[in-house]
């Protein structure tokens, strides 16, 4: 599919589902979210989340830490989107689209302005796992991609 604001034609393509909205992680985002709990099951060791980001939508600037171990994968699934990691030049999504965020690596991951956008999040097991949130991504730096 490619990008959209249309959200009928962005559901019909968003196979897992837009979700709930993203309340719990709300101020880490601009823009509006959506979360849909993929593996609802203490047992599994990976957390498996479906993240819609409307048009605009993006997170702040993060850094998943782990003394071994941990990350992120990105895989996705509908619409178009970004990724940058700092220092690095920001990186196209489209479906199909994985992007694997070690440990220690600051970065973000949204829609692009004109398109919904939703991947499914992979937190990648660790030892002594966390997430820092940060600043906002810059409106100004974020228009100009």
Request: glycine share 12%; charged share 15%.
């Amino acid at each position: 599919m490619t990008a959209t604001i249309d959200e009928s034609v962005f559901a019909a393509e968003n196979v897992f589902g837009k979700g709930e909205p993203n309340t719990a992680y709300a101020q880490y985002f601009t823009g509006d979210s959506f979360l849909n709990n993929l593996v609802d099951d203490e047992q599994c060791a990976v957390g498996v989340h479906n993240v819609t980001f409307s048009p605009g939508c993006r997170n702040h600037w993060h850094i998943h830490h782990a003394t071994s171990g941990g990350g992120q994968v990105l895989i996705c699934t509908a619409g178009s989107g970004w990724y940058q990691a700092e220092g690095g030049e920001p990186v196209s999504l489209e479906p199909g689209s994985v992007v694997f965020i070690r440990a220690g690596v600051k970065h973000w991951h949204g829609a692009k302005a004109d398109s919904w956008f939703s991947h499914i999040a992979l937190a990648v097991p660790g030892e002594n796992t966390s997430n820092e949130w940060l600043e906002p991504v810059d409106d100004a730096a974020y228009a100009a991609l």
